[in-house]
């Protein structure tokens, strides 16, 4: 889902928008809150009304790529609603795109080998 090494920053959206827009009116969405910008390198997660659809919306360098998805059963498990954006790791972020409850995934930091003596 998210293209291989990319390590930039990933929001997702605290509020659902409507998904009838697509690469430019999600543009614009991210364009107007403060601090982010579309060409950035930042990748975006959207959220509908109902929470059973997804859109990801990201630069890679060469243009924007809107990548979407719809549950058939169920729905995603998003923040709660309110303004802003929430900063999601990958490892997050792949597993809500997944249908999974994001929540349990924890990031762990991983320390240097020691050399070897």
Not at 27 to 43: E, F, R, Y
Not at 50 to 76: H, N, P, Q, Y
């Amino acid at each position: 889902m998210i293209l291989p090494g990319h390590r930039l920053p990933i929001v997702v959206a605290m509020r659902p928008v409507d998904f009838r827009r697509g690469h430019d009116g999600l543009a614009v969405t991210v364009q107007n809150a403060p601090g982010l910008a579309p060409q950035s390198g930042l990748t975006v997660v959207f959220r509908s009304t109902r929470g059973d659809r997804i859109k990801v919306l990201m630069w890679d360098g060469a243009g924007l790529v809107l990548i979407c998805k719809r549950l058939e059963t169920g729905s995603f498990t998003w923040p709660k609603v309110q303004d802003g954006v929430m900063r999601l790791s990958r490892a997050q972020v792949e597993a809500l795109f997944e249908g999974l409850d994001w929540r349990r995934v924890m990031a762990r930091r991983v320390s240097a080998p020691a050399a070897a003596g």
